[in-house]
């Protein structure tokens, strides 16, 4: 018992002495990811004639544009800037090996939708005494949904080992000293676990001011939700993934294929990322 306090007090000061580069570094690139492509359409839209892909990559492309406008410090990276399929793996691997400081991933959602059995018809079957009329059902699929509003997600807590993993591989984005996570060394897994606390913390940041923005903009917030998402798993840094509304909602298909609608949502995510950027070089979060 003694041991682990011993360790967890070194790893403590260690983890204080040399996260000051994670901590206190300014937001300097920025990862915007537009949701699937090419191949990978992603949801449908209510009309049919919608996909995801097209419209994560034109608000993706206006929140690149307003940081490159607005925030001249601050260079956004992207994933994708035309219609290509680019691999999940792919995704987080661009942004590691930028040493992004934030990772926003941008998605459409789309609820179940609803089925309905119908009767189009009769048959025959049987014979003799045993024979009798039967309906003829056919269930139809309406892909049009009442669900709407916001929700951003940040990674589940069950993911966190291959966050860890991320951590230690590309160590030398998050720590002063190039050599400080050294895998043979016992305290290294508690530094890891740290650092992939502190990241769960400023995703969280960073989550809930993209949702106040929506709700400012009178969308209907549904909250700040943890997923094991591939996407997020694999960043050494914090990061989200921002529904944008209900691609199969006929309205919100509408106002999100709309330009009033993709440059107000384009405006609350650039300003979410505005916020938590002044806000982490204030305070250190």
Excluded at 20 to 35: F, L, M, R
Excluded at 112 to 137: A, C, L, N
Aim: glycine share 8%.
């Amino acid at each position: 018992m003694k041991r682990i306090i011993c360790c967890l007090m070194l790893a403590s000061q260690v983890l204080g002495s040399n996260t000051s580069k994670a901590q206190t570094k300014k937001i300097e690139k920025v990862v915007i990811d537009a949701g699937h492509g090419g191949t990978d359409a992603g949801a449908r839209g209510a009309s049919g004639m919608l996909n995801e892909k097209d419209i994560a990559l034109a608000v993706s492309l206006k929140v690149g544009r307003l940081i490159n406008d607005s925030l001249r410090s601050v260079k956004p990276i992207f994933t994708r800037t035309t219609d290509v399929f680019i691999r999940l793996s792919d995704r987080h691997e661009i942004a590691n090996q930028a040493a992004a400081d934030l990772f926003v991933a941008i998605h459409v959602n789309a609820s179940p939708g609803s089925y309905e059995k119908i009767k189009v018809g009769s048959k025959t079957v049987g014979k003799g005494k045993k024979r009798k009329t039967v309906p003829i059902y056919k269930t139809i699929h309406h892909r049009e949904t009442g669900a709407n509003g916001t929700e951003t997600y940040v990674l589940g807590l069950h993911r966190n080992s291959q966050k860890e993993s991320a951590i230690s591989e590309f160590g030398e984005n998050v720590t002063e000293e190039p050599g400080m996570l050294n895998i043979n060394d016992p305290q290294t897994a508690i530094i890891i676990a740290q650092y992939s606390q502190m990241f769960l913390k400023k995703s969280v940041s960073l989550a809930q001011k993209v949702q106040d923005e929506f709700a400012m903009q009178g969308r209907k917030d549904l909250g700040v939700k943890q997923k094991g998402l591939e996407v997020l798993a694999g960043c050494v840094m914090p990061g989200v993934l921002i529904e944008i509304g209900f691609i199969n909602n006929a309205q919100e298909e509408e106002y999100l294929n709309s330009e009033k609608g993709q440059n107000e949502v384009a405006y609350a995510i650039f300003k979410a990322i505005r916020n938590y950027k002044r806000e982490v070089e204030k305070t250190n979060l």
